[in-house]
């Protein structure tokens, strides 16, 4: 089993910027890929980042390209999100998600473990 444990989020105004957190605890051993998703009020969960177990590969969905990074402290299992320029269109509930298996990492239904998610609003 990993437990996820996200935090980070908050009200921040347009153009500014936050860092989201995600800490595994557990048999992190067993983690391919971990994984950022998002679910707006009325939208589906939709990926955001995702990040090799070994930091090597990176992913992003293309509306956070240049402005959102993610990466991994690998002292203390931690992988991070950083988000800059922030828009009111990234406002949401953010989740992390760890895969134990290599595969489709923008999809959400590869992901073995579920954070329970941290708000970000974005103020205009």
């Known amino acids: 089993q990993v437990l996820l444990v996200e935090s980070g989020g908050g009200l921040v105004q347009a153009g500014g910027s936050l860092r989201l957190s995600c800490a595994a605890s557990g048999r992190t051993i067993s983690i391919d890929t971990m994984g950022w998703f998002r679910q707006a009020p009325g939208k589906e969960r939709e990926f955001v980042a995702a990040l090799s177990w070994t930091g090597v590969y990176t992913y992003y969905e293309d509306s956070v390209k240049g402005r959102f990074t993610i990466s991994r402290d690998n002292a203390n299992d931690t992988v991070y999100l950083q988000m800059n320029s922030l828009k009111p269109e990234d406002t949401a509930v953010y989740y992390c998600?760890?895969?134990?298996?290599?595969?489709?990492?923008?999809?959400?239904?590869?992901?073995?473990?579920w954070g329970q998610g941290t708000q970000v609003t974005v103020s205009s």
């Open positions: 998600a760890a895969d134990r298996a290599s595969g489709n990492v923008r999809s959400s239904l590869g992901y073995d473990y």
